[in-house]
T-cell receptor, first 113, second 113 residues
Framework: GAGVSQTPSNKVTEKGKYVELRCDPI?????LYWYRQSLGQGPEFLIY????????DSGLPNDRFFAVRPEGSVSTLKIQRTERGDSAVYLC???????????FGPGTRLTVL | SQQGEEDPQALSIQEGENATMNCSYK?????LQWYRQNSGRGLVHLIL?????REKHSGRLRVTLDTSKKSSSLLITASRAADTASYFC?????????????FGKGTLLTVNP
């Protein structure tokens, strides 16, 4: 079946703008995660959804970052007033439940000029 | 914050040779997972080993886990040029937050034809 998909694959924006990044998880996966990966680093956890609710958003760096998953499937990561330091690859993953292997999408490369 | 630390940071070998990568971590874990990443984009899950397991095999991959030393190793036997990628270990903590993966910085493996 289809894997995790993310759109757009690349996003270039200007400092101060608002961006939305979309994630379509594998069908039937109740758990969804967002990670951020900076150049030369491993991914870092941002937020975890179980169903529609954000069960753990402790990894979001500040209140400019927000994520939703209104129907328990597709998720959108929203970044307000983007800064150059937000430039990174944003990875989405899903799993059947928590504590099991996670399936990652191809990521969205965000560049803030 | 990064928990796992992979060693070495970079490894270059000839096709047919074996490649060994190590990972150390700091806290009690529920499981440890190894992922492969090509060209800085999506991660591919390779293998998951639980804290009560000591060794696991999957095809040409062999993973060991030593919880007393808080370390793991990934062995790829009979390497191929297609194995060229970055390899990350990721730990899931024991307890209620076992959904949150903490990644190391990765080992860049180059397999020369």
């Amino acid at each position: 079946g289809a894997g995790v998909s993310q759109t757009p694959s690349n996003k270039v924006t200007e400092k101060g703008k608002y961006v939305e990044l979309r994630c379509d998880p594998i069908s039937g996966h109740t758990a969804l995660y967002w990670y951020r990966q900076s150049l030369g680093q491993g991914p870092e956890f941002l937020i975890y959804f179980q169903g529609t609710g954000a069960a753990d958003d402790s990894g979001l760096p500040n209140d400019r970052f927000f994520a939703v998953r209104p129907e328990g499937s597709v998720s959108t990561l929203k970044i307000q007033r983007t800064e150059r330091g937000d430039s990174a690859v944003y990875l989405c993953a899903s799993s059947l439940d928590k504590g099991v292997k996670q399936f990652f999408g191809p990521g969205t490369r965000l560049t803030v000029l | 914050s990064q928990q796992g630390e992979e060693d070495p940071q970079a490894l270059s070998i000839q096709e047919g040779e074996n490649a060994t990568m190590n990972c150390s971590y700091k806290t009690s874990i529920n499981n440890l997972q190894w992922y492969r990443q090509n060209s800085g984009r999506g991660l591919v899950h390779l293998i998951l080993i639980r804290s009560n397991e000591r060794e696991k095999h999957s095809g040409r991959l062999r993973v060991t886990l030593d919880t007393s030393k808080k370390s793991s190793s990934l062995l790829i036997t009979a390497s191929r040029a297609a194995d060229t990628a970055s390899y990350f270990c990721a730990t899931a903590n024991s307890g209620g937050s076992n959904y949150k993966l903490t990644f190391g910085k990765g080992t860049l493996l180059t397999v020369n034809p």
